[in-house]
T-cell receptor, first 117, second 116 residues
Framework: AQSVTQPDIHITVSEGASLELRCNYSYGATPYLFWYVQSPGQGLQLLLKYFSGDTLVQGIKGFEAEFKRSQSSFNLRKPSVHWSDAAEYFCAVGLRTGYSSASKIIFGSGTRLSIRP | GAVVSQHPSWVICKSGTSVKIECRSLDFQATTMFWYRQFPKQSLMLMATSNEGSKATYEQGVEKDKFLINHASLTLSTLTVTSAHPEDSSFYIC????????????FGDGTRLSIL
């Protein structure tokens, strides 16, 4: 069965420090992969996506993620975090129903990021 | 671009009433819309997928008679929680996707439903 695992429930980093949020997936084929960010009481904003090609994906707000097929991982990174990055981060896998199409998305349980001043 | 508007953002109502939540794609045509439910400090759980002009496809365990979904146009989908009870209180989020390609889903800001 398809699944997405975010092993870290809550992470606290100092402002200006680097960040890595972990994500592992289980899927029988090459997945579509996404990272979303959610601020309290709001919807989700897409940070970046991976469909194919270059395994290092650049996103908005200075985030990047690397797809590693051998490890079934898609970890999110940022070299220097800002206080405004405090939020909930969701990794997600899009299930393919055909060539170049994604049907539904399965979300991980989320990682809450806190920033230490 | 790719803005999804969800209305209302917050609703409080008495037990037994029905509540309608609207999801609109403002600057694109949404062939497919999705409805999610999110409990506090938890992830999003997909409730149903709707394609314009077709009946919604509900996930296992979601009561289709309880959660009525209508996707009558390419820019509007509605979720009606019928005869709502306190256990239906939750954060409901819609998303919309343009076409059936590998486009990502764009999310609304959610609706917090509180049933007294």
């Amino acid at each position: 069965a398809q699944s997405v695992t975010q092993p870290d429930i809550h992470i606290t980093v100092s402002e200006g420090a680097s960040l890595e949020l972990r994500c592992n997936y289980s899927y029988g084929a090459t997945p579509y992969l996404f990272w979303y960010v959610q601020s309290p009481g709001q919807g989700l904003q897409l940070l970046l996506k991976y469909f194919s090609g270059d395994t290092l994906v650049q996103g908005i707000k200075g985030f990047e993620a690397e797809f590693k097929r051998s490890q079934s991982s898609f970890n999110l990174r940022k070299p220097s975090v800002h206080w405004s990055d405090a939020a909930e981060y969701f990794c997600a896998v899009g299930l393919r129903t055909g060539y170049s199409s994604a049907s539904k998305i399965i979300f991980g349980s989320g990682t809450r990021l806190s920033i230490r001043p | 671009g790719a803005v999804v508007s969800q209305h209302p953002s917050w609703v409080i109502c008495k037990s037994g009433t029905s509540v309608k939540i609207e999801c609109r794609s403002l600057d694109f045509q949404a062939t497919t819309m999705f409805w999610y439910r999110q409990f506090p400090k938890q992830s999003l759980m997909l409730m149903a997928t709707s394609n314009e002009g077709s009946k919604a496809t509900y996930e296992q365990g979601v009561e289709k008679d309880k959660f009525l979904i209508n996707h009558a146009s390419l820019t509007l989908s509605t979720l009606t929680v019928t005869s709502a009870h306190p256990e239906d209180s939750s954060f409901y989020i819609c998303s919309a996707r343009e076409g059936i390609s590998n486009q990502p889903q764009h999310f609304g800001d959610g609706t917090r439903l509180s049933i007294l």
